[in-house]
């Protein structure tokens, strides 16, 4: 996986050179039209080709200032020429960076009527700059005032589809994070049940214990009193996440021991996995609905090695209880890595829950003096060319959701080792 996420890599750096290279070329036309030429209006086509190849190189920062400044630096000139009767004609550099302006702006400027008004904004600016073409008549003006349509129609066709495609995938995204919430608050709501019905029993119990053995009373005081804390705990928990009314299956809570039946099921089928548990931790150490989502973070992690992953030759994973240093560790490594270009995998494989895209941030699990954490790792993948061309799911996004509704933080990525590594980390 990591030899094909670093050819297409390679395939967008050579993309974007070629597309200025193009550029260039084209504004090198212009300036060699320009200087050729008697007529000193058509040195205004290669000052407005310059002014589109630089909103070009810096769309990314400059998106919006870029196509507005082109738009109007183009529009004046048509009008500068149209006012003075003067002779020049659109660039060819120009008209490139209007056209892929247009596409990047429908396709990435918020909110999306800003982008259709921008869109149609390039349209207009096309269409005037046929106005310069004072010296060939009107019917080759109208000529090339279809053509630019035409130009402009296909670029705004493949901006509005990219939009569809960024919109879809949003959606999804939304789907799986509601999902996931609704999913959680659920469980939530079983485990905080779980909790007030130990309390009803046992002042119940109390209650008949009062009668007989009045000095027996003080350690069920105690008793109702932690479960009702547990129960407070939970209930904390849940009021941040939304809740369905819908009818689906509910279970208790995940145990160790249904961690070690999952890690040795999935084993059996390949590829081996070994999963360890650290020094300190039982059932008892980490809240019921933290240990269902880290069950539910192992399970997820075991599923994509084997959908994604079906070369990898081991699986570790261990659960263990931190201090938050891992997680921040990792968290540098992949911004050093992001920032100078050493693994272009990391840019898009790192997810960090808690309002943390790269990372930023991680640590806070640690602010009350401990953590646990769970991490799996892959090993020895190779890349089935069938599955990398469906292109990636939303497991991920629904682990950090789920994650980040209690309070923890997720991260995915590439290690410097060449493994696949997936890390959730929950405070104490």
């Avoid at 939009?163 to 999804?172: K, M």
């Amino acid at each position: 996986m990591g030899e094909t996420s670093r050819l297409v890599y390679w395939i967008k750096r050579l993309s974007e050179i070629a597309l200025i290279g193009w550029l260039v070329l084209l504004l090198l036309i212009d300036v060699v039209a320009a200087t050729s030429g008697p007529n000193p209006a058509i040195l205004l086509s290669p000052v407005c080709g310059l002014v589109g190849v630089t909103a070009v190189v810096r769309r990314r920062r400059w998106r919006v200032g870029g196509l507005v400044t082109l738009l109007t630096v183009s529009f004046l000139s048509s009008l500068l020429i149209g006012i003075t009767d003067g002779d020049g004609s659109p660039g060819v550099a120009e008209i490139g960076s209007l056209l892929v302006l247009t596409v990047g702006g429908l396709r990435a400027i918020e909110p999306v009527r800003r982008a259709a008004l921008l869109s149609l904004a390039a349209m207009v600016v096309l269409e005037a700059s046929t106005a310069r073409l004072n010296s060939v008549g009107p019917e080759p003006a109208i000529a090339v005032g279809f053509l630019l349509f035409v130009c402009w129609s296909f670029a705004a066709g493949i901006g509005a589809y990219l939009r569809f495609q960024l919109e879809r995938r949003r959606e999804a995204v939304d789907t799986v994070r509601r999902s996931e919430r609704l999913e959680l608050a659920r469980e939530l709501h079983d485990l905080v049940a779980h909790h007030i019905t130990g309390i009803v029993v046992q002042a119940q119990a109390a209650k008949v214990v009062a009668e007989r053995k009045p000095e027996a009373v003080v350690p069920s005081l105690e008793a109702i009193a932690n479960a009702g804390a547990d129960a407070l705990t939970s209930m904390r928990r849940l009021v941040s996440v939304l809740r369905a009314e819908d009818q689906a299956a509910r279970s208790p809570g995940s145990t160790l021991m249904d961690m070690r039946t999952m890690v040795e099921r999935f084993s059996a089928a390949g590829p081996q996995v070994t999963f360890d548990i650290g020094q300190g931790i039982t059932d008892g150490t980490v809240a019921q609905e933290v240990m269902t989502t880290l069950h539910r973070v192992l399970q997820e992690s075991l599923t994509n090695v084997r959908r994604h992953a079906p070369g990898t030759g081991w699986v570790e994973a261990d659960l263990k209880l931190t201090d938050g240093s891992d997680l921040r560790a990792w968290a540098e490594s992949v911004r050093a890595r992001t920032r100078n270009g050493q693994d272009p995998r990391s840019r898009r494989a790192a997810y960090a829950s808690a309002g943390t895209s790269t990372g930023a941030g991680v640590g806070g699990a640690s602010a009350t003096g401990g953590a646990v954490r769970l991490r799996v790792r892959n090993y020895g993948s190779t890349a089935d060319a069938r599955i990398s061309r469906l292109g990636g799911g939303f497991g991920l996004v629904g682990m950090a959701e789920r994650v980040e509704a209690l309070g923890g933080r997720l991260m995915a990525g590439p290690t410097p080792s060449g493994a696949w590594e997936v890390m959730a980390e929950f405070p104490l």
